[in-house]
């Protein structure tokens, strides 16, 4: 079994890595508490990156623990530039979705010495109005005490079509129910920073290469931001990829049918090859050994002391 350790980088990024060679660093979508995911999270996390950790030695990180209340966007990416500053001592290369995707992008706009390669999944330069007012319900509602019925309604929006809802709300919410944090400010902290996230002004500050892929009826990300994230970057170019054309390994049932790929520069193999293994896709494919550029001889400092 590869390597697994846990810890939290400088700057209080927790962290959860495995695997072994060059550091991928991969941030974690929405999260009800910001901690190294365990029970049965920390086994489908595992699961989920377990095609990269042959060829990487990855880290799953999440937001800092103990946000303040007011910290915007680019305050959570900076407190993870400085754990890649003092761990990986260099550029990493950079993975999210959706929320994730967010962290991941702000920081390649704040610190692109930071980045060597950027590749984000379900997330755009900015949410689009339905994702907005989801994100505003969450937190209203997790504020009034239904946490459950705010989770539940990502979870119905994101998978159900309108008339289905209201018969699987009960339904959502039980199941989100034993997810409600003891104490919610991380998530709200982060939640009300996403909505006022928005750097397409900035965009053309973001060096590395860079790939967008998203669902195309994606109702949080339409596929115009999607788009725009890709053209508005330094050097523009695009790649799509039809729906079920993406060798992946298997992953959660997907609601998006259909997939938009795009990339900030030409998509060179190494990036879309990571790219199948980034996006999880109903009907798996064969799996091929990842080829990232190496980062020679980069590890992370604070595994070096161990």
């Known amino acids: 079994?590869?390597?697994?350790?846990?810890?939290?980088?400088?700057?209080?990024?927790?962290?959860?890595?495995?695997?072994?060679?060059?550091?991928?660093?991969?941030?974690?979508?929405?999260?009800?508490?910001?901690?190294?995911?365990?029970?049965?999270?920390?086994?489908?996390?595992?699961?989920?990156?377990?095609?990269?950790?042959?060829?990487?030695?990855?880290?799953?990180?999440?937001?800092?623990?103990?946000?303040?209340?007011?910290e915007s966007m680019a305050d959570i990416a900076g407190h993870l530039a400085t754990g890649i500053e003092a761990e990986f001592g260099g550029p990493v290369l950079?993975?999210?979705?959706?929320?994730?995707?967010s962290v991941a992008l702000q920081l390649a706009v704040d610190r692109p010495d930071l980045v060597q390669a950027l590749?984000?999944?379900?997330?755009?330069?900015?949410?689009?109005?339905?994702?907005?007012?989801?994100?505003?319900?969450?937190?209203?509602?997790?504020?009034?005490?239904?946490?459950?019925?705010?989770?539940?309604?990502?979870?119905?929006?994101?998978?159900?079509p309108a008339p289905l809802r209201g018969l699987a709300l009960p339904l959502f919410r039980l199941l989100a129910r034993p997810m409600t944090p003891d104490n919610p400010t991380d998530m709200q902290v982060t939640l009300q920073a996403e909505e006022a996230f928005n750097v397409?002004?900035?965009?053309?500050?973001?060096?590395?290469?860079?790939?967008?892929?998203?669902?195309?009826?994606?109702?949080?990300?339409?596929?115009?931001?999607?788009?725009?994230?890709?053209?508005?970057?330094?050097?523009?170019?695009?790649t799509s990829t039809p729906a079920g054309d993406m060798s992946a390994?298997?992953?959660?049932?997907?609601?998006?049918?259909s997939h938009s790929a795009s990339c900030s520069q030409p998509c060179t193999p190494e990036l879309t090859e990571h790219r199948a293994h980034a996006m999880p896709s109903r009907r798996p494919g064969p799996r091929q050994r990842p080829t990232m550029a190496p980062l020679e001889g980069r590890s992370s400092a604070l595994e070096r002391r161990r």
């Open 1 to 70: 079994m590869a390597r697994v350790s846990t810890g939290v980088l400088t700057g209080g990024s927790p962290y959860l890595a495995v695997g072994e060679g060059p550091p991928l660093v991969v941030v974690q979508e929405l999260t009800a508490t910001h901690e190294v995911p365990s029970g049965i999270e920390r086994r489908l996390t595992l699961s989920h990156v377990a095609p990269l950790s042959s060829a990487f030695r990855v880290f799953v990180v999440n937001r800092k623990h103990g946000l303040t209340p007011g």
């Open 94 to 101: 950079l993975t999210g979705a959706s929320t994730g995707g």
């Open 119 to 160: 590749v984000m999944v379900a997330s755009a330069y900015r949410l689009g109005p339905l994702g907005q007012q989801v994100t505003r319900d969450l937190v209203r509602l997790t504020r009034q005490g239904d946490f459950a019925a705010g989770w539940a309604k990502i979870g119905l929006e994101d998978s159900l």
């Open 200 to 238: 397409g002004h900035r965009l053309d500050r973001v060096r590395a290469p860079t790939l967008v892929i998203g669902g195309a009826k994606d109702p949080f990300y339409p596929r115009e931001l999607l788009e725009q994230t890709a053209a508005r970057s330094r050097t523009a170019g695009r």
């Open 249 to 257: 390994p298997p992953g959660p049932p997907q609601p998006r049918t």
